[in-house]
C-alpha cells in the first residue's frame, strides 16, 4: 500500500492556527491570549457586559455598510479557495490509482501540474483574501477609533475623574484593536471553516460513502477528548495572565516617576521587590504548567492525528467496509478527513468567538452612547474673540452634581448665584473648603453647565457659543498643571499652533519663566519630562501662564493657581499672573491674601450662596464673614483658613 500524505485544505481564513488550532482570541488581554484554542468557554465578563449593554445585529452590520462590495469578495474568495483546495485529493488519487500503475507520463504531468495549480490559486486567492479583510478591518477599526476619541474628548471633566485611564486607554486600543480580529480572524475563518467542512463532507462521501459513515463515528470522540483538555490549558493560561498583568502593574507602580519617588519617600522599595519577586516566582509555576499542558494537547492531538487514519485503514481492509475502494481513494480519504478535524474544531467554538466579538461591540458602543452634555449649540451665535469686552454676568446659577449611581444627586453645590464682573475688573471668589468656588469658576469656561440660570459673556448665555470660541475668549490656569512630553516650545505651542518663536519667547518673558529657559542646555527645546517631573511645581505653573498668554484670552480664571506653592515661589507666579491678569477680565478662586488684595470685588461663598460681595476694604469695615475670614488667619496672615 502506498501511504502517500494529502495536503490538507486548509481553510483560508485561519491564516494562524499555532498551538491552539483555532480561530484567535478577538480580545487577548483578557481570555488569556490565544492559549484557549479550542474548547475556550464564554468569558463570564463577556456574558455580563452583553447583559448590561445588549447590541443589536444590525447595529454591528451597521458598521459594515460601506464596505459591502469588499466583504462579498471576500466570502467569495474563501469559497472559491476552499473548493479549489478539494480538488488536490482526488489529483492524489488520480496519480495513485491510474498514473503511477499504467506509467503514464502525460497524464501524471497534468496531475502533478494540477497539484502545483492548486496550490498557486489558493496562495493568491488566500493573499487577496487577506487584503480585502484587513483593509475593512482596519477602516472599521479606524473609524471606531477615532469617533470614540473625538467622542470621549466632548465628555465633561467630570467622566474622567470618575472613569481609571486605564479603562480609556484599553477600549480605545485592545477592543478597537480586537476590532480587526473579528473581520480579518474570527468573520473570514467561520466562513472558510463551515466551507470547508461542507466540502470535504461531501468529497468524503463522494469517495467513499461507508467510511464517511464510520468517521460519524470516530471523530465526534476525537473532538471531545481535545476539547477536554483544551478546557485544562485555559484555566491554566487564564491564571498565567492574571499574574502576568499583576507584575505589570508593580512595574508600572513601581517604576514611573510617581511610583519612584514615592518609594524612595516611604522606603517601601525592598517591600515592592520582595512582592515583585514573589509575583515573578508564580509565573515561573504557571507557566511551566502552561507549557506542559500546551505539550498535553499537542500529544492528544498527535494520537487523534494517528489514530483516526489508523481505523481508516483498519476498516478499509474489510471487504464490508471497504466496497472494493483503490489504494489512491484510501489516501485521498484520510487526507480529506485530517483536514476535516481542524476546522470542525473551529466551528465548535463559534459560540464562544461571536459572545466575545460582540462583548467587543457592546464596549465600544457604550462609550459611543454616552450622553454629550456640553456641546456645541444647534445655531451658535457668532462671536468675533477679538471684539470681545469681557463682561461675566451670573443670573440666578446654581449646580447640583450628578450621583455617580445615576440616581438623585447630592445637595446643590451652588444655589441662586448673582454676580457681575465688569469688562476689565477683577473678581476673587473667597470661602471655605467646599463651599462651591471652584465649581462656580467652572462654569465660566463651560466645563460644565448650570443646572438653574445663565452664565453671559458680553451678554450671550455661554451656552450659546462654539466650544472653540469660548476657548479662545476664556483662559484658565488651575493648581494642577498638565505639560506634554515633548519640548517646552512645543508645550507652549499647544495654546497656538501658529505662533512664531518670537511670540513664544516673548510669552515666556511676560510671564516671568524666560531667563530660566533660556538658561538651559537645550533651552526652549528641552523636554519637560513625563507630567513636567523637569521642572518644579512653581516653574509648571509659569509655563501654564505661558500658554495662557500666548492664546491671549480676554477673560482669565485663575483657580487658586498658587494654593500649593512656598510663600517664596508664589511671589514669581503671583507676578506673572498680575501681568497675565493686566487688561483682562480676571475671576480667581482665592487662596492667599496677596491675591485678594488687588481685585475690584470679593464674593464671599458659604454653603454654595453668595453672603457677601463688594470691595475687599469695604467688606472688611462691615465686620461680616469676609473680616471673620481674615481674624481667622491672624496666625498665618498670607493663608486664609480655607
Partial sequence: MVTTSVPSPRPRGSSVLGADDGVPSPRPSRSGGRGGGSGRRVDPADRAQLERSPVSLRRVAGLFAAHRAALAAVVVLIVASSAVALATPFLVRLVIDDALPQQDLPLLGWAVAGMVGVAVVTAVLGVGQTWLSTTVGQAVMHELRTGVFSHLQRQPVGFFTRTRGGEVQSRLTNDI???????????????????????????????????SLLSLVVVPPSVWLTRQVAVMRRSVTAARQRRLADLQTQVEEGLSVSGALLGRTL???????????????????????????????????SVVFAAVPAAVYLAAGFPVTSGGMTIGTLVAFTGLQGALFRPLLGLLDAGVQITSSMALFSRIFEYLDLPVEVDDPARPVALDPARVRGEVRLEGVSFTYPAPDGGPGASPALSGVDLVVPAGGSLALVGATGSGKSTLASLVPRLQDPTAGRVLLDGVDVRDLRLATLSQVVGVVSQETYLLHTSVRENLRQ?????????????????????????????????????????????????????????????????????????????????????????????????RLSTIRGADVVAVLDGGRVVE?????????????????????????EVLPV
Avoid at 512653581?538 to 492664546?551: D, F, K, S, Y
Avoid at 476694604?617 to 488667619?633: K, N, P, W
Fill in 267 to 301: 522606603g517601601t522599595g525592598p517591600a515592592q521587590s520582595a512582592r515583585f519577586r514573589e509575583t515573578s516566582t508564580d509565573l515561573v509555576g504557571l507557566e511551566v504548567r502552561s507549557q506542559l499542558a500546551g505539550r498535553w494537547r499537542w500529544a492528544t492531538m
Fill in 613 to 637: 460681595q463688594g470691595p475687599p476694604a469695604q467688606l472688611l469695615a462691615a465686620g461680616g464673614h469676609y473680616a471673620r475670614l481674615l481674624e481667622a488667619a491672624q496666625d498665618a496672615p
Fill in 495 to 591: 495654546a497656538r499652533p501658529d505662533a512664531t518663536d518670537a511670540e513664544v519667547e516673548d510669552a515666556a518673558r511676560r510671564a516671568q519663566v524666560h531667563d530660566l529657559l533660556a538658561g538651559l542646555p537645550d533651552g526652549y527645546d528641552t523636554l519637560v519630562g513625563a507630567r513636567g517631573h523637569r521642572f518644579s511645581g512653581g516653574e509648571r505653573q509659569r509655563l501654564a501662564i505661558a500658554r495662557t498668554l500666548l492664546r491671549d484670552p480676554r477673560v482669565l480664571v485663575l483657580d487658586e493657581a498658587t494654593s500649593a506653592l512656598d510663600t517664596r515661589t508664589e511671589r514669581a507666579v503671583q507676578a506673572a499672573l498680575d501681568e497675565a491678569s493686566r487688561g483682562r477680565t480676571t475671576i480667581t478662586v482665592a487662596h
Fill in 177 to 211: 484593536g480586537g476590532m480587526q480580529s473579528v473581520v480579518t480572524s474570527t468573520a473570514t475563518s467561520l466562513a472558510a471553516n463551515a466551507t470547508t467542512v461542507v466540502g470535504t463532507a461531501v468529497a468524503m462521501g463522494v469517495l467513499s460513502w461507508r467510511l
